[in-house]
């Protein structure tokens, strides 16, 4: 079946280092990919999608790009701040089908010192 | 415009009892998810509604789980006779469509058994 896997956490930077959180999934079909961020106490935001192959969503100044090749949706940042600080869910839908029903990794904590 | 309100945010429930979660979804939309997330894991799916109707309860657990979507009023996912297992985040989303649609998660209600 369809399956998600992060980069294990925490991960702890210096403020304006530069940021890599690793997603690969298992998918048959054309998945669409998404990340979710979720800040402490809350529920999970959209932080950006992608739905197609090549495709390159972007939001915040965070980046990730659908790579059908190596199926990897890695998410980057070239200087993180400490407002960052929070947890992050890599997830994909099938494309076209229940856009809510969403397979999530396990989620990677990003904790950024000032 | 709100967005997608549960409640309560915190429940305290003894083993034995009955735990009832809320969740209003975003204005006109009529599709709403429910999600699971233990300690330390990823969100997982359990159910899918539009008004009236479960579309996919394909994580739902066989036994005390229970929702549903009446065509006034919350959605309601209900537990019986909760276990310490049982204690998690849990997450409602919604959506204004089915398919190809993006969804708006709620803050989530935290269930603690004791």
């Known amino acids: 079946g369809n399956s998600v896997t992060q980069m294990e956490g925490p991960v702890t930077l210096s403020e304006e280092a530069f940021l890599t959180i690793n997603c690969t999934y298992t998918?048959?079909?054309?998945?669409?990919l998404f990340w979710y961020v979720q800040y402490p106490g809350e529920g999970l935001q959209l932080l950006l999608k992608a739905t197609k192959a090549d495709d390159k969503g972007s939001n915040k100044g965070f980046e990730a790009t659908y790579r059908k090749e190596t199926t990897s949706f890695h998410l980057e940042k070239g200087s993180v701040q400490v407002s960052d600080s929070a947890v992050y869910f890599c997830a994909l839908s099938d494309r076209g089908n229940q856009g809510g029903k969403l397979i999530f990794g396990q989620g990677t904590e990003l904790s950024v010192k000032p | 415009n709100a967005g997608v309100m549960q409640n309560p945010r915190h429940l305290v429930r003894r083993r034995g009892q009955e735990a009832r979660l809320r969740c209003s979804p975003m204005?006109?939309?009529?599709?709403v998810y429910w999600y699971r997330q233990l300690p330390e894991e990823g969100l997982k799916f359990m159910v899918y509604l539009q008004k009236e109707n479960i579309i996919d309860e394909s994580g739902m657990p066989k036994e005390r789980f229970s929702a549903e979507f009446p065509k006034e009023g919350p959605s309601i996912l209900r537990i019986q006779q909760v276990v310490r297992g049982d204690s998690a985040a849990y997450f409602c989303?919604?959506?204004?469509?089915?398919?190809?649609?993006?969804?708006?998660f709620g803050q989530g209600t935290r269930l603690t058994v004791v």
């Open positions: 989303a919604s959506s204004l469509r089915g398919q190809n649609t993006e969804a708006f």
């Open positions: 204005k006109g939309h009529s599709h």
């Open positions: 998918a048959t079909g054309y998945p669409s």
